[in-house]
Nanobody, 127 residues
């Protein structure tokens, strides 16, 4: 049974930091590219970051470059998102997703590229 469970969300002031975690099970985590998405009320789901299966190739959306860092620990089947210098516009539900294969596609920001999804963790940034 595939499970993808996000954690680490919460309320933080602008300029603060949070680290999200995503624990995966039921599939070969180490063989899949993994990504973070976010969705604010009334908006489309937005690609935040993607990391290849080996962890060495990382892609970021323009709105988070230089502030967010994606990483993974294949021994722990866990994906991370370190978020620094948070802004009110970062407020959203954050989702973890597993790609169909090991590489972040050119279209990595499109949700349909991903096979497995978690339920999300809420991040709220106050001004």
């Amino acid at each position: 049974q595939v499970q993808v469970v996000e954690s680490g969300g919460g309320l933080v002031q602008a300029g603060g930091s949070l680290t999200l975690s995503c624990k995966a099970s039921g599939f070969a985590f180490r063989g899949h590219a993994m990504a973070w998405f976010r969705q604010a009320p009334g908006k489309e789901r937005e690609g935040v970051s993607c990391v290849n299966f080996h962890g060495r190739t990382k892609l970021y959306g323009d709105s988070v470059k230089g502030r967010f860092t994606i990483s993974r620990d294949n021994a722990k089947n866990t994906l991370y998102l370190q978020m620094d210098n948070l802004k009110p516009e970062d407020t959203a539900m954050y989702f973890c997703a597993a790609d169909y294969d090991g590489y972040c596609a050119d279209s990595w920001e499109i949700p349909s590229e991903y096979n497995y999804w978690g339920q999300g963790t809420q991040v709220t940034v106050s001004s």
